[in-house]
């Protein structure tokens, strides 16, 4: 069973270390060794997870958890989705854009950016909501190919 809720400030260490591990499999392969190097020594992902706190969301799965989402400036963009290696595939990435736009839109905005970045020779790449879950669920999404650019994915509030 697969859930999604805010951080709590005693998970901060995990949360960092799923990030991490995300960050391994799947950034760490396209920068220089020394930022490499220099991201395992001191593993970013945990002062974010403390400055974000609860507006940090976990996705559980079978009570673990799984992944992490934030919108890092409260906005309408999603700015982090990491899923640990172990947990891929399960509905954790899935269940956290769900939860993250429908934050969104309950804060009034009508539709929801996300951005996936990495670090390459040729820059930043990103590719918008209304293209990442198709490219995720066919294994198109390389976070090494140029920037693609397209529209916003419009969002529905849950509120009443």
Do not use: C
Request: aromatic residues 4%; glycine residues 8%; proline residues 8%.
């Amino acid at each position: 069973m697969m859930l999604v809720r805010a951080a709590l400030p005693q998970e901060a260490d995990v949360l960092a270390q799923i990030g991490l591990a995300a960050w391994r499999k799947g950034i760490k392969p396209l920068v220089p060794a020394h930022v490499a190097a220099a991201t395992e020594q001191k593993n970013p992902f945990l002062p974010f997870v403390r400055e974000l706190g609860p507006r940090i969301l976990v996705a559980e799965v079978d009570g673990e958890p799984a992944g992490l989402g934030a919108r890092e400036h409260d906005d309408d963009v999603i700015s982090d989705i990491w899923v640990a290696p172990a947990f891929e595939g399960r509905g954790a990435g899935s269940g956290l854009i769900k939860a993250l736009e429908a934050q969104i839109a309950d804060r009034g905005y009508r539709q929801a950016a996300i951005q996936v970045a990495a670090r390459e020779r040729a820059g930043a790449s990103a590719l918008p909501a209304s293209r990442l879950p198709s490219a995720l669920e066919e294994g198109r999404f390389r976070p090494d190919t140029p920037d693609r650019t397209g529209k916003d994915r419009p969002v529905k509030s849950t509120s009443a």
